[in-house]
């Protein structure tokens, strides 16, 4: 069995963009491009019009994940291949005092459902898996908002299997964790201001505003 | 009663933007910030890699937007105001051949969304209103996805009727036409699969491949 190639974007955007160019496209073909990079969204804390962060966000959560996949797109067809995002429930669902990145998320929805649906039609055969995560006891993750929702984080270990089952069994998505966020995402459309007031009670307004 | 002072952005970004500060902030006020013009996603069309379109689409639909409403906040909140976000179903669910403007489209989704959730919660009376738009008989719009899909179009006048009317009673969102996208939405979590393929039966391949 030929050995998996794999890129893992863990850097910032450009950083990560540059890693790729010139470690990987000599190597010769990729199967995986798992796109995990995040920065440049500012504070979680009231928005104040920062037009810097919204775009820093944007680039740095958004566009460079597109550019990757551009870069990578004849490889990953080549080997019919699979593209694993990292999306989040703020992907979904739109999440006060952290807009640029509630943004830069759905942004990233939008653009993966709709490549995954036009692989389909042209019948490429390269899957899209997108990741919609909750809270993760991840470093990054505790330090900005661990004082501000009163969440429970959640395993980063099994966060990372889940994705990667999913990834390799090329499904369209994963949830995780399955049973807290699936029925927001089932009853989104059915009761959108209902569930938004039950999620802002996780929130610790004095630690935020 | 005094007037209704209104601002509709009906051109590209940019000049929306030019035109709004020069004009709109000497005349002192603002009521309604209406948001909605269009430009920069490329053509309707098979995704090549351009990245020059995500990142125009990206200025010209979402950036320019969030410009217009950083500047217009401190009038708005004064005035209890009301913000008009024009999207589409194709903000809600990933659009093939169209991957620009739905990613864009998206981020609108996830800042507005956003930031309703963020004023309520710090109890700002500043209405946000989205609009979700299928297939309307603009100029535009015929011209670019008439020949490349079998669905009718919808009355611009009677969807502009509906904008306004939702606006004005502060509604959260008006989806126009209701009875052909509601229930899209409703199942798009329940089902994505299946709803996916029925949608993509009103796409004329042959046309856009």
Redesign the interface.
Known sequence: MAAIRLLLSLLTGLCAYYFYSQETLSAGGLDYLVLNHVGGSGRFG??Q?D?AA??SS?TVN??SY??LT?SA?TMLQESQGSIIVISSL??R????????Y?????????????????LR??EISLSVTVAVLGYIDTDNALKIIGDKITMQANPKEECAREVVRAGVLRH??VIYPYWSLKPL??L???M??LM?RML?KF?I?ENI?
Request: charged share 20%.
């Open positions: 009231p928005f019009g037009m919204v775009t944007m958004f566009l597109v550019q551009v797109m703020s992907g669902i739109g999440a006060p005092f952290t807009l640029s509630s943004a830069a998320k759905f942004a990233l929805e939008g653009f993966y459902s709709s490549l995954r649906r036009e039609l042209r369209r998505e995402l089932l989104k459309e059915w959108p201001g938004e802002d929130l307004l505003l």
